[in-house]
């Protein structure tokens, strides 16, 4: 690390020129893009929103390894120096949010771990070199659907041009939740979770995401593709799993006879009992139940209150906002956990895959 000498604070005359703000960017990543579009170096901007020299890595900062932490002040010095309000900033990144400011300004390390690590904007419609917050989500279709992003692997893009059916299934995406609300993102959630585990095993759909694994550039790469190509089943799948959530409180309501209706979905026409495992443990919490008075005001609440408790409802509206209920992470084993939890030794639904800190305790 090297030490930079005592800093001379920029001014606003100094920038003239304000680079567009890109929702969810990281404050890096930002920062860089203000300091470049003004032949600067990033440098003697953090020296200035910290008002010291900040240690700085000997290859200089890098928004796909590093953040910067803001404080108050140092979010108004910024904020006065690109001649934006501070609470402009803090909608447009998420680093800038009252909630996320430290006490001094610092230079962190993006922590290890599934959904930590910034996503690569697209290209087309953002930036090029811009970076997104992960904030947990490890990838997602940028809203041009030209382009999926993705944080794993220290970043990478996939151009999803030669496989149309990603833009339709995205389209698709839309309309479910603009029908259901959040309710349509969750099952969206839980259907590409069963989707990617049929993806590992080989089943279900296997030669058709090959070809289009082939078709996208990443034959070498098919772990990688893997979160793209399972898309379009999943959107299939999420609006059968929607029948199932109407169904499922009507009487004489048949899980089988559902499972026998998602089987239409694969190239086979029929599932093996191993590709009913993933559909198993869902119906394992959407189970079929006495009709209830549904909670909440809006059709939207109601909605979302007739979802099993590990459904957590997103802050956020849009797509790939809300989390599964189906726990098992993609790139850990499927059929042993790396970790039990201790409250309820792996056997309760939140913890079959991994620990879940809000763990549900035993299944009744």
Known sequence: MTTAPTPVPLTAAELPLRVPLIHGETNLSYLLRTATANGLGVGPLLDTLAGRALELPDDGPSPQRDEVRLSPAALDRLAALVEREPEQLARALPGAHPDRLAEAVQLDVWPDG?????????????????????????????????????????????????????????????????????????????????????????????????????????????????????????????????????????????????????????????????????????????????????????????????LPALHERPDDHGLHRAPSCLMWVYGLPLTSTTAVCERCNGRAPSCRWVPYAKCTGLPK
Request: with cysteine.
């Open 114 to 306: 599934f959904g930590s690590s910034p996503l690569p904007a697209c290209p087309l419609c953002m930036e090029p070199g811009a970076w997104l917050a992960a904030e947990g989500h490890r990838w997602r279709p940028c809203g041009c659907g030209r382009r999926w992003m993705a944080g794993d692997d220290a970043g990478y893009l996939v151009d999803t041009g030669p496989v149309p059916d990603l833009a339709r299934a995205l389209r698709g995406h839309r309309e479910l939740v603009h029908r259901l609300g959040p309710v349509g993102d969750a099952l969206l959630a839980d259907a590409h979770q069963v989707a990617l585990w049929w993806w590992v095993h080989g089943q279900v759909a296997a030669e058709q995401w090959q070809a289009d694994e082939d078709a996208l550039g990443l034959s070498r790469h098919r772990r990688r593709a893997a979160p793209v190509v399972v898309y379009p089943l999943a959107v299939a799948l999420a609006e059968r799993m929607w029948t199932w959530e109407e169904r499922r409180r009507k009487p004489r309501a048949s899980a089988e006879e559902w499972v026998e209706s998602v089987a239409e979905l694969a190239a086979a026409g029929t599932f093996t009992r191993r590709e009913r495992e993933p559909l198993n443990y869902w119906l394992e919490q959407h189970q079929a139940e006495a009709a209830a008075k549904p909670r909440g005001r809006t059709a939207t609440e109601r909605r979302w209150n007739r």
